[in-house]
């Protein structure tokens, strides 16, 4: 593995533009990193937020029933239905990891943005032809 000084010693080397796509990139993975961290605390707090309850019959009678996979799961003493944070949400069924929602959220947000660019010059385009004639 090579060391940090000749790591720095190569990124001094390279031009600017690989620079940006450098920097675009250890972004990317820090803020993958950060939200893949925080996510499932986060979901645990949204869905905690009024108060323990069960996502199913609304019970506030519910007990801490063992781990799967690391997440806590929890189980309600009225309806008798486990469930775990991701429960009742688009990623309780899912057996694709977060990193990769998280790759398909920002390709979905990128398309939008460059339909969004691409329309607003097409009517900016099409305005200006109609007002020259």
């Known amino acids: 593995m090579p060391s940090v000084s000749t790591i720095k010693t190569d990124i001094a080397k390279l031009a ?4 940006h ?14 939200i893949t961290r925080n ?4 979901f645990r707090e949204s869905r905690f937020a009024n108060g323990s309850v069960c996502p199913y019959c609304k019970n506030e009678r519910i007990i801490k ?6 997440r806590q799961r929890f189980g309600c003493k009225v309806c008798g239905k486990t469930f775990n944070d991701f429960s009742l949400s688009a990623l309780a069924n899912s ?5 990769k929602w998280l790759g398909y ?4 947000a990128i398309d939008i943005y460059i339909n969004l660019k691409y329309r607003y010059l097409y009517f900016a385009r099409r305005t200006k032809c109609t007002k020259e004639q």
Do not use: Q, R, S
């Not at 796509?21 to 950060?34: G, R, V, W």
């Not at 057996?95 to 990193?99: A, D, E, G, R």
């Not at 959220?105 to 979905?108: M, P």
């Open 39 to 42: 996510l499932p605390k986060d």
């Open 65 to 70: 029933h063992g781990k799967l996979n690391g």
């Open 16 to 19: 600017e533009y690989e620079l």
């Open 105 to 108: 959220a920002k390709c979905i």
């Open 95 to 99: 057996k694709l990891p977060l990193v």
């Open 21 to 34: 796509d450098l920097f675009n990139y250890i972004c990317e993975i820090m803020t993958i990193n950060t």
